[in-house]
Nanobody, 119 residues
Framework: VQLVESGGGLVQAGGSLRLSCVASGSALSITAMGWYRQAPGKQRELVAVLTSGGGSTRYADSVKGRFIISRDNVVNTMSLQMNSLKPEDTAVYYC?????????????WGQGTQVTVSS
């Protein structure tokens, strides 16, 4: 399984971006989807997570009310709508899928996409 992110780029503060993540292969038994980010000199942190079973979501306090995680209608695809972006949102954003393989849960990561917010 390979995950590919897209949608990153340079945007001014207050602007919006939409990140997408697509997993290769046939329909997967995805138990959870998430977005993480890592800024220079900082540890990777959770931005948002969506559980497949009940569809519940959880967000980092720093992005609540501004970011929305969703599972798209296209198979194995999810998005992160980022609004009211701030310079402190600048980071490399990674998508993550937890997939039930029949013998356990496997953890997959994308290669990352850069988001830069200018002041």
């Amino acid at each position: 399984v390979q995950l590919v992110e897209s949608g990153g780029g340079l945007v001014q503060a207050g602007g919006s971006l939409r990140l997408s993540c697509v997993a290769s292969g046939s329909a997967l038994s995805i138990t959870a989807m998430g977005w993480y980010r890592q800024a220079p000199g900082k540890q990777r942190e959770l931005v948002a997570v969506l559980t497949s079973g009940g569809g519940s979501t959880r967000y980092a306090d720093s992005v609540k009310g501004r970011f929305i995680i969703s599972r798209d209608n296209v198979v194995n695809t999810m998005s992160l709508q980022m609004n009211s972006l701030k310079p402190e949102d600048t980071a490399v954003y990674y998508c993550n899928f937890l997939v039930w393989t029949g013998r356990g849960i496997s953890d997959y990561w994308g290669q990352g996409t850069q988001v830069t917010v200018s002041s």
